[in-house]
């Protein structure tokens, strides 16, 4: 029993989004990036999008520079359009993926290819060390088909955006974090048992219903809008109550090197991002 609890990853913080706006005046829940937790090494920030009024979307995130990490924005419903400088285009839906690493610079947009209807879904801002934050830009524009939907259980649906679990591997690869992204889906009584690296940073958000994460005296419930950052260890506990729920679960690789932040700008030290300004400024980001 107590080498098991030892495994057992437990959630030691919750915490509870914010109101935001990004873009042209997206509105946001703030997970990641806000008073309650700054950052999760490697996670920079994770904003829930999910209105179903064309006011608090439509503007969406005109062109805007990145440098120094990578972006994931993954669709639950509606569509956006991305473009960048580098000539790249794409739609995402419900179910796509983007990852996107910023590297040296880029300067992209996201907009919306509706007027009406629920736009929802997550963007998350992943480090990159310092030996890859001036690599060449790259996308990887992952459509709903490519990822893998596992059922381990009945009642149990895993949709795997990033990593491995079991012999499958997620559709998102080479990225030096070492991430697992996955879609939790959970229908009323079921439970879901999962390894992850043992010293991976991970966090869990309930976006539906509410989830028992853990067993035993240290279980704990979390509820639609909070998220769990959970201990280390071997393996993830997790259960559905009286209703359905669903959840993301997160996991990468710690960098555990200083962090320099300015808007759009992640870097190692102040004078890069000095550096990452000006050339942004002098029109280098091509």
Not at 28 to 46: C, E, K, T, V, Y
Request: net charge negative; with cysteine; charged share 20%.
């Amino acid at each position: 029993m107590i080498a098991n609890a030892a495994r057992s990853r437990r959630v030691v913080t919750t915490v509870r989004g914010m109101p935001a706006s990004d873009g042209a005046g997206v509105k946001l829940n703030r997970l990641i990036s806000q008073p309650a937790l700054d950052m999760l090494d490697p996670f920079l920030l994770l904003d829930e999008f999910r209105s179903d009024r064309a006011g608090d979307y439509i503007a969406g995130f005109p062109d805007h520079p990145h440098r120094g990490f990578e972006t994931v924005t993954y669709m639950l419903a509606g569509n956006m359009r991305h473009g960048d400088n580098q000539g790249n285009s794409g739609r995402l839906r419900a179910g796509s993926v983007q990852w996107m690493t910023a590297g040296r610079g880029i300067i992209h947009s996201e907009m919306p290819e509706q007027e009406d209807g629920l736009m929802w879904g997550f963007q998350l801002w992943v480090n990159l060390p310092a030996k890859d934050k001036m690599i060449a830009p790259r996308y990887q524009d992952i459509a709903p088909e490519q990822v893998p939907r596992l059922e381990p259980a009945e009642g149990v649906e895993l949709r795997l955006l990033a990593g491995r679990i079991g012999e499958v591997q997620g559709p998102v690869t080479g990225i030096a974090t070492a991430p697992l992204y996955v879609d939790l889906r959970l229908q009323p009584g079921t439970r879901w048992s999962g390894d992850l690296p043992e010293r991976h940073n991970a966090f869990v958000y309930v976006y539906e219903g509410l989830v028992i994460v853990g067993e035993g005296e240290s279980a704990c419930a979390l509820t639609r809008g909070e998220l769990g950052v959970l201990s280390h260890g071997e393996q993830l506990k997790v259960a559905a109550d009286g209703a359905p729920a669903r959840l993301i679960l997160v996991a990468g690789k710690p960098l555990n090197e200083p962090v320099a932040r300015y808007g759009p700008f992640v870097m190692n030290t102040p004078e890069q991002i000095t550096a990452a300004i000006r050339d942004y400024q002098s029109g280098h980001f091509v």
